[in-house]
């Protein structure tokens, strides 16, 4: 992958971030709930900081990072993608977010097994890890909302 192609995908990974945080924003106003509301705005203020991240990255004035590996149990595949709704019960809403989650770090594990630079290849498997532990977040959150009994 050359810097140009580089770029490319840097642009298309701030343009989701961009797309997340404002997802997160809309769903944070729309929700009643004070803890929904509150997970939610912090959520987008997170993907707000990855935008910037990427923009850093992107112009190679951020180049040691790295975010921890989390367990990946599994829970979004259980789960089947929600329709977005401004009416959705705050399970389906944090289901949807953690589908949302998933498809980023699948997308970033994708680029970083198709990388053949070193570089390129850690950036992408950090952003993957950093979008696992959005999703690791996510299914915890789900569990706790979806099957309240359990707690």
Same mark, same amino acid.
């Given at each position: ?60 004035? %951020? ?38 989650? +998933? +498809? ?6 994708? %680029? ?14 950090? %952003? ?24």
């Amino acid at each position: 992958m050359d810097a140009k192609e580089f770029g490319q995908i840097m642009d298309m990974a701030i343009a989701a971030e961009i797309e997340a945080f404002e997802f997160y924003t809309e769903v944070a106003a729309a929700v009643t709930d004070a803890n929904m509301k509150r997970v939610f705005s912090e959520l987008a203020e997170e993907e707000s900081g990855h935008k910037v991240s990427l923009e850093r990255i992107k112009n190679k004035e %951020l180049q040691n990072f790295s975010f921890p590996a989390v367990t990946d149990y599994g829970i979004s595949d259980t789960v089947e993608t929600p329709p977005l709704s401004m009416k959705m019960k705050p399970a389906d809403a944090i289901a949807l977010a953690m589908k949302k989650e +998933e +498809e980023a770090m699948k997308m970033y594990t994708g %680029l970083a097994n198709a990388a053949s630079d070193a570089e390129q290849k850690n950036v992408f498997t950090s %952003l993957a890890r950093m979008e696992a532990g959005h999703k690791a977040k996510m299914e915890d959150l789900y569990n706790q909302t979806a099957f309240p009994e359990v707690w």
